[in-house]
């Protein structure tokens, strides 16, 4: 079975505002996420990642590259088809207070999507829109509140249920509970899990936050800078994390004590002069044993093997690469 | 040494909806060279417990009705303004969270850090540069010298942020409240953060009051732990104690809420049901009922007291300052003692 989405060395840049300088927010990508899988997508602020989200839900173009999505190059599709296949991905953000109209009532929320697309008559909108209700716990009877009647978590099953109303095979999920508490998170990432169980939904979610990766996902993607650094099946990630920044990361997240020494600064460059070569190689730990070759040749995201083997962007793992 | 000791406090905000009481009955203490910890979701109190120790609850609309807050063998409540002004910065400071709130984006960051200096400790320019190009370099910014003469948006938001901290901690203050100071930074700016709180408790004795709803950053830096719900302590303890044997059902409940890096992947999350209490309509007894499993009807009715628990044979009270508000501490913690044999 060919995967959902795939993405070949697609990049997206920006124009400074106000500036004449270029930011390369996502510089070669190539990742594919399979029918149904999850996927995170991992890495500091700034790495790229809601940029990548927002080129694989069509909200902006990308520089170069290929995006495929079901087998089909998303570029050469036409008008009408582009705006149907909008209705298979869906993006759920972080902060559900931004992402709701607050003057459209619970009915018209959900129905909007429906109406846009011409998805059936106001009864059998209605409907669907009871359905959704039910499917992320809410009560029927907050059909005719506002968003600001709902509490946080409440209002985050609202957006989700609004990007359920077309019947979406992909949902991203940008960093969908780093605004609500603990407890309340629980609930919204449990309500996912079974959504995706229920539904056979695919998810890039993305996170900043490392444990919620091991409860939700079965892959795991990190970005650095624009680029994909390492890419993993999630218990071998974690169990032995293979990218430098990788290692760095999980030992933070597990506050080691070895963490400090696992970067050797705390401080990112500025996106707009990234560090020649491998750009990580300022705060690597490693480099060194490379002599001059980090700072001189940007590695390659390389498969380490078949197929599910992980990937990785160093030239440390160049050995072990499958020939 | 006690630096500083909250009691009884209670605060009320005037809203729209009515009044509401964001602290309530709030007391606590605070060593030398110890960090407490305030936990609890978000709109339980931790904030605004914050603000009045920094004396600014009547900047945020807000009302001190009762309550003292000890420093120094001054009760800060009944202060004036100015008063309060040369202790704020000098002795009791905020760690702040935003890097772009804080900093005026117009002044260099030597012209900020000498400011207070000059204010709190009286020094020249010139002496007032010298020690904040030594505050910069402390807080592992390289070259301060020069730094001195940057401008905000001239330095990394990493760079930022401990430029911020710095201008924290250049007057030495005794006190530092830092209200969520990590949840916006990446994991490895918030270390160095972490690390820089607890070189000034290390070193100088400092004492820090950390707000956070991060139970395990809480778990593991803190000393002791007040949690809160709805503008109350409803338990206390030492941080290895409190989340290790939980006493509140709550306390428990979040603790088991939260993802996990370690250990097996589960299938679900043990989600707390329900959402955080409203202020102004708060359950009636107590005011985590709607939510608690153990609930039973005299829960419905009255509220628990902040008590240490009791040994049945003996009716004694157990235990150093453990304290947890709830009927049904014996069996929570009981709980656990099973757990722990079987
Ligand atoms: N609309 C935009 N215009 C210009 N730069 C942007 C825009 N959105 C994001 N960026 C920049 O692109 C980079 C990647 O940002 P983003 O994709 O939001 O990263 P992440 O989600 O990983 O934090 C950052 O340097 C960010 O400042
Ligand atoms: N300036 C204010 N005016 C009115 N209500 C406020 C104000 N600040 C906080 N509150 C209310 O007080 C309660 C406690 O808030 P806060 O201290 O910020 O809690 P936390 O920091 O734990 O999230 C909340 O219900 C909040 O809505
Ligand atoms: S390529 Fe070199 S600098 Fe980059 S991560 Fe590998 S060892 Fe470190
Ligand atoms: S007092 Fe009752 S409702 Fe409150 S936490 Fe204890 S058992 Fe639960
Ligand atoms: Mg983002
Ligand atoms: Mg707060």
């Not at chain 1, 979610?205 to 970005?223: G, K, N, P, Y």
């Not at chain 2, 117009?106 to 009286?122: D, S």
């Amino acid at each position: 079975m060919s995967a959902l989405v795939e993405l070949v060395d697609l990049s997206v840049t920006y124009a400074e505002r106000g500036g004449k300088r270029r930011l390369k927010a996502v510089d070669g990508v190539s990742l594919s996420l399979a029918r149904g899988g999850s996927a995170a997508l991992v890495g500091e602020s700034g790495s790229g990642k809601s940029t990548l989200a927002r080129a694989l839900a069509g909200l902006v173009e990308p520089e170069g590259g290929s995006l495929r999505f079901d087998g089909r190059e998303v570029a050469s599709l036409s008008p009408p088809e582009r705006f149907a296949l909008r209705r298979r991905v869906q993006l759920v953000f972080q902060d559900p207070f931004a992402s709701l109209d607050p003057r459209l009532s619970v009915e018209e929320l959900l129905g909007e999507p429906l109406e846009i697309h011409r998805v059936g008559d106001a009864r059998a909108r209605r409907a669907r829109s009871f359905a959704l209700l039910e499917a992320v716990g809410l009560s029927t009877q907050d059909i005719g509140r506002y968003p600001h009647e709902f509490s946080g978590g409440q209002r985050q099953r609202l957006a989700i249920a609004r990007a359920l109303a077309l019947e979406p095979e992909l949902l991203i999920l940008d960093e969908p509970t780093s605004a609500l508490d603990v407890s309340v998170q629980a609930q919204i990432l449990n309500l996912l899990a079974s959504l995706r169980e229920r539904f056979g939904l695919a998810y890039l979610f993305i996170t900043h936050d490392l444990s919620l990766v091991h409860q939700m996902c079965e892959r795991v993607a990190v970005m650095y800078f624009g680029r994909v650094v390492e890419e993993n099946d999630t218990a071998a990630f974690f169990r032995e994390p293979l990218h430098p920044y990788s290692k760095a990361l999980v030992a933070l997240a597990r506050r080691a004590a070895d963490a400090r020494a696992l970067l050797v600064s705390a401080e990112a460059p500025s996106p707009f002069d990234l560090p020649a070569g491998c750009s990580f190689h300022p705060r690597c730990p490693r480099r060194a044993e490379l002599g001059s070759r980090c700072v001189g040749e940007r590695p390659a995201l390389a498969r380490l093997g078949r197929a599910c083997a992980p990937s990785v962007a160093c030239h440390l793992l160049d050995s072990e690469r499958a020939r | 040494m006690t630096l500083l000791q909250v009691d009884n406090l209670r605060v009320r905000y005037d809203t729209p909806r009515g009044p509401l009481w964001a602290v309530d009955q709030l007391s606590f203490k605070l060593e030398s060279g110890e960090m407490v910890a305030l936990v609890g979701e978000s709109g339980s109190g931790k904030s605004t417990t914050a603000l009045a120790i920094l004396g600014l609850v009547p900047y945020s609309g807000g009302v001190v009705e009762t309550g003292e807050i000890w420093y120094g063998g001054r009760n800060l409540l009944a202060l004036d303004e100015r008063e309060f002004r040369k202790l704020r910065a000098s002795e009791i400071a905020l760690v702040f969270q935003d890097a772009s709130a804080a900093l005026n984006p117009f002044l260099t960051i030597g012209v900020q850090l000498a400011e207070v200096l000059e204010v709190h400790r009286g020094l020249s320019r010139r002496e007032a540069l010298t020690e904040s190009a030594r505050a910069l370099g402390d807080v592992g910014i390289p070259d301060p010298e020069s730094r001195l003469h940057a401008y905000p948006h001239e330095l990394s938001g990493g760079q930022r942020q401990r430029a911020l901290i710095a201008m924290s901690l250049v007057a030495k203050p005794k006190v530092l409240i830092a209200d969520e100071p990590t949840t916006a930074l990446d994991p490895a700016v918030a270390l160095t953060v972490l690390d820089l709180l607890k070189r000034e408790r290390e070193e100088r004795g400092a004492g820090v009051v950390l707000v956070s709803h991060d139970l395990e950053l809480v778990h593991a830096t803190a000393n002791r732990v007040h949690v809160m719900y709805a503008g109350r302590v409803i338990e206390q303890a030492d941080a290895h104690e409190l989340f290790e044997h939980p006493w509140h059902p709550y306390t428990a409940a979040l603790w088991r809420a939260r993802a996990r890096l370690g250990g097996e992947r589960r299938h679900r999350l043990a989600a707390v049901p329900g959402a955080p209490a409203e202020l102004t309509a708060l359950p009636t007894g107590c005011a985590f009922h709607p939510r608690c499993e153990l609930a039973t009807d005299r829960c419905r009715r009255e509220r628990p007291d902040l008590s240490g628990l009791r040994r049945a044979e003996t009716g004694m009270s157990l235990s150093s300052g453990r304290r947890a508000a709830c009927f049904e501490k014996e069996r929570v913690a009981g709980a656990h003692a099973e757990t722990l044999e079987a």
